[in-house]
């Protein structure tokens, strides 16, 4: 005896039974904290229902205390069933240590054999004190090893009491919608009183309705009924104009329960504004709504852009009316855009002007524009022309109200095109003397005029040839047409009609230069052997934001340079070639006559007519133009 004593003392040291009465303690506090969520909610729930199924239906007075005493007898349930059961339920510290076991198998029946054999000293349990002396050690051993509390799942409990938090929640936040009025109708109600709810239906409308619409834009009125949609299928609309005569309309009833109706915004031709009334109707309910006051919709009248060229382009400044046709301009014009409109814009926000054109391609790019309001309903806008665009006009009334912008705008921007040059005369290369001087003529055509132009010529044969054409001596540049519009000695410059109507942007210029090779270069030191390559280059007169264009030039020929007696040669070669051409062309003149004349008798040629004809006069070798230009 005394050694089951020194048991049960040595037991009590390590606390562990105080540990397990600690865990009865919490299993019993949280089961009832369990209990009371859900009971919380309980009430919540059914007292939301109760209010919410007599609300609805009207129920009458014997049927609503009996829905009021089944959902009282529910909450008893559910408050002995969840919370005064598991308050006065016997939980003993054996039942604690089997469900320590059960959630620690490795105490194997330790835990439950240890409370027996502690309980009253463990005089009442057979078997030896050794082995009971070894058992509750093992067990202390292992309850120093674990954490006895993770037995207690405590999810739950915190689910029940979240629940019962935002059932009160809900409940506080439904009392506050509901009102004073509806909550003192209701307590009535729950204790038998006769108050009664509000009308049976209950209309609401769907979004604000716009205080002022512009004409032809639809005034949209959107309902839904809140009470009574099981028994009111229609809804009707009653709206007048300006005081008149009331209309009405019934109102499409939608697949979500909702109603709508579209009213015309109209205004009659000597009206400025106008008034719409409207109220709604449907079951017993019926609403009065705002009046609208209705506005001119905005319209464009005119877009006319002003258009001022550049200075390269040399035109003046034109207008032209948008909605006609198409303004042409070139690139870099001066572009204003005036604007004119049915009734006053807003005032610009945040410097933001209220007025903006938007392109009808998605691979077109609004310019930046400058806006300013001339008038209240004349916006003008500024910008440089980079390219092409068609667009649409976007602006806001003083109503707050955009235009549609349907009709479509074109500005057509040109770029400008890069001249072209040709040599017409001479038409191909040619043998000249170092002292030769003969006619150069050149055509160039541009779109607006050309600002220069100048003759290139490069020696690409002859003895100094092998320093590059490049070289100092080997080429020169001769200004035939320079910037300042001054003219080379011994050219003109003149400007011709235009092509023809098809090609009216072009302008053809006529340049007639009578090249003499010394003069012209004196520094080239020309010899019979050198071979001259000459080109004429022009340049337009484009000049954008410091911007001009490159030099074009024409086709290149070449001059070979020959000396006098070699001139002479070939000067006698051309007047053999053609004396033999000649010859050529009577021999077969005469074989055809011969074949095509009958014959006849001929009379008997006298001695005179025999005789050769006199000689023919040559002409003078300073008729043919190749050996004047030579």
């Not at 004409?215 to 959107?222: C, L």
């Not at 006529?510 to 010899?527: H, I, N, Q, T, V």
Request: proline fraction near 7%; aromatic fraction near 6%; charged fraction near 25%.
């Amino acid at each position: 005896m005394p050694v089951l004593q020194e048991m049960s003392q040595l037991l009590a040291a390590p606390s562990l039974i105080e540990a397990l009465q600690d865990i009865r303690r919490k299993v019993k506090l949280f089961s009832v904290a369990y209990g009371s969520g859900l009971a919380v909610a309980a009430a919540a729930g059914l007292l939301v229902g109760v209010i919410a199924l007599d609300w609805l239906l009207n129920l009458p007075t014997p049927l609503r205390v009996i829905l009021v005493l089944a959902a009282l007898g529910e909450f008893g349930f559910v408050l002995w069933t969840c919370v005064l059961r598991p308050l006065y339920a016997r939980l003993t510290i054996g039942d604690v240590a089997g469900r320590l076991e059960h959630a620690f198998p490795e105490f194997d029946d330790r835990l439950r054999s240890t409370v027996d054999f502690v309980r009253d000293g463990g005089a009442y349990v057979p078997g030896s004190d050794p082995m009971k002396q070894k058992v509750v050690a093992e067990a202390a051993g292992l309850a120093q090893n674990v954490d006895l509390a993770k037995v207690i799942n405590l999810r739950p409990v915190w689910y029940s009491l979240a629940c019962g938090l935002a059932s009160l929640l809900l409940l506080t936040l439904f009392a506050t919608l509901a009102g004073a009025d509806f909550l003192g109708i209701a307590a009535n109600r729950l204790v038998g009183g006769a108050a009664q709810y509000p009308k049976s239906t209950n209309i609401a409308l769907l979004g604000d309705l716009p205080a002022r619409v512009p004409v032809g834009r639809p005034v949209d009125v959107k309902m839904r009924l809140t009470k009574g949609a099981a028994h009111t299928k229609k809804a009707i609309v009653h709206y007048r104009y300006d005081d008149g005569p009331w209309q009405k309309e019934l109102m499409t009833a939608g697949n979500d329960g909702t109603f709508a109706a579209s009213l015309d915004a109209r205004l009659r031709p000597d009206q400025d504004t106008g008034k719409l009334d409207i109220r709604v109707e449907a079951g017993d309910d019926e609403v009065n709504l705002p009046a609208v006051t209705l506005v001119p919709r905005l319209d464009v009248k005119s877009v006319e852009a002003r258009v001022t060229p550049p200075p390269y382009a040399g035109q003046a400044v034109t207008a032209v009316n948008l909605g006609e046709r198409p303004a042409q301009t070139a690139v870099g014009s001066t572009i204003n855009l005036a604007i004119l409109f049915n009734k006053a814009l807003a005032q610009p926000q945040d410097n933001v002007a209220p007025v903006r054109i938007e392109p009808t391609k998605p691979d077109q790019k609004a310019p930046e524009i400058a806006w300013t309001l001339q008038a209240n309903n004349i916006a003008v806008g500024t910008f440089k022309a980079g390219e092409s665009i068609r667009f649409t006009v976007r602006a806001t009334d003083a109503d707050g109200f955009e235009n549609t912008g349907t009709q479509e705008y074109d500005l057509i921007v040109r770029e400008d095109a890069m001249p072209t040059v040709q040599i017409e005369e001479p038409r191909r290369s040619e043998d000249r003397t170092p002292e030769a001087a003969f006619p150069l003529r050149v055509v160039a055509e541009d779109d607006y005029g050309i600002a220069q132009a100048q003759l290139v010529v490069r020696r690409v044969g002859g003895e100094r040839a092998a320093a590059g054409s490049q070289a100092p001596g080997n080429e020169f540049v001769i200004d035939l047409v320079k910037s300042d519009a001054s003219v080379a000695q011994g050219a003109t410059w003149s400007g011709t009609d235009n092509l023809s109507q098809n090609l009216a942007e072009r302008k053809r210029f006529r340049l007639e230069y009578l090249w003499d090779l010394a003069a012209s270069m004196p520094a080239a030191g020309l010899k019979p052997g050198d071979v001259l390559e000459y080109f004429v280059q022009v340049r337009d007169n484009f000049d954008l934001d410091g911007k001009k264009h490159e030099f074009v030039p024409s086709g290149k020929l070449r001059l070979t340079i020959i000396s006098q007696e070699q001139f002479g040669k070939n000067v006698q070669m051309v007047f053999e070639q053609l004396h033999n051409e000649l010859a050529a062309v009577k021999s077969r003149r005469r074989r055809t006559t011969s074949s095509t004349t009958p014959t006849r008798s001929r009379p008997t040629a006298s001695p005179a007519s025999r005789a050769p004809p006199p000689p023919r006069p040559s002409r003078p070798a300073a008729s043919c133009r190749t050996c004047w230009s030579g």
